[in-house]
């Protein structure tokens, strides 16, 4: 099971991002492997529905979970309909990796 | 090109997967029924809850003439079904689950349950079970931390 947390930036070093349609990276963290994947956003320079975009790519790759600073209004029914879920972190200044540490540690 | 249909809410999936004639004379090689989930749910809002169709379009985030129709498709395809014999299947469609949300008291997430049919029990970003479930509404007026 896969958990997408949209990023800042391409390192673990980096916040994590307020929105997550228009997030310059997602950081896809595999709970049972471990394994990381670091991909840019292509969605991220559309004006509209770049979140609608992203879950559709990301429920591709199988995702099941999604971390981001907020989310758009359209994205609910939608993850809803394709039983993802979503998680609102409303801390700025945590970094990717503090993410996963918490992802980690459960 | 058709127009994409809107996805309908249902408030749950139904616990049955469909139903089958008896008796001695059924084509058991007749071909199943399909009644999709939205048009279960039109049916058992409308005939078993009671609602009209204006509210029970309201309760599946269609229009009216949208619930109408698949409360007329529903009614056809069990009737059909009744008539010839056939059993039915209920499967597919264009739905979605309203989902219920939690916020974490260890972390400070907030996060969905999307599958109804599961338990929250634990926070899924730091693993805490003091998890509390909030209105879908409060969501709107979350404290910005910008």
Known sequence: MKVAIASQGNTLEHNIDIQFGHCAFFVLYDKLTGALEISSNPFRDLSEQAGLQAIKWLAAKDVKTMIAGDFGPKIQALSDQLRMQLIILRKQDMSIQQVINLLKNQ | MPRIKTPRKLSGMPFIKGFRPYGPEIDKLATAIMLHFEEYEAFKLCDYEGHNHHDAAK??????????????????????AFAEGRSIEI???????DSNWFQCIFCGSY????????????CPLCGSQEVQSIEAEELNTLPNTK
């Open chain 2, 91 to 97: 499967e597919g469609g264009s739905v979605y689950f």
């Open chain 2, 59 to 80: 309760l599946m985030q269609v229009s009216r003439p949208t619930f109408t129709r698949i409360y007329a498709a529903a009614r056809n395809k069990i009737a059909t």
């Open chain 2, 111 to 122: 996060f969905n349950q999307p599958d109804p049919e599961l338990p929250m029990t634990h």
